[in-house]
């Protein structure tokens, strides 16, 4: 019904950039918050940074001055730009949507299946 799907992850040095994608396609009325979550081997799941559908933004302290997550509410699609990349970075990163698949119907919070960014030191 909807999918979200990821891309921009890969291998980076440390200092570097990258920039994660997730696009929203299917059935979809309206999309309110959007986020980018990340895990790492042997840790928790952790909220990176949310946006709402009006533009509000929030970070995780540990990615504050460094990441800035970003859409585009016409292409249905999120963003994440990650710059000054650390070790401790490296982390499978998910985005999920809180979706609307019609006017008549309560979101539904979907999610993407994950690209890996590792960062080298």
């Known amino acids: 019904q909807v999918q979200l799907v990821e891309s921009g992850g890969g291998l980076v040095q440390a200092g570097g950039s990258l920039r994660l994608s997730c696009a929203a396609s299917?059935?979809?009325?309206?999309?309110?918050?959007m986020n980018w979550y990340r895990q790492a081997p042997g840790q928790q799941r952790e909220l990176v940074a949310i946006?709402?559908?009006?533009?509000?933004?929030n970070y995780a302290g540990s990615v504050k001055g460094r990441f800035t997550i970003s859409r585009d509410n016409v292409k249905n699609t999120l963003y994440l730009q990650m710059n000054s990349l650390k070790v401790e970075d490296t982390a499978v990163y998910y985005c999920?949507?809180?979706?609307?698949?019609?006017?008549?119907?309560?979101?539904?919070?979907?999610w993407g299946q994950g690209t890996q960014v590792t960062v080298a030191s």
């Open positions: 999920n949507a809180d979706v609307q698949t019609t006017m008549h119907d309560r979101s539904s919070r979907y």
């Open positions: 299917g059935t979809i009325f309206n999309i309110s918050t």
């Open positions: 946006i709402t559908s009006g533009g509000s933004t």
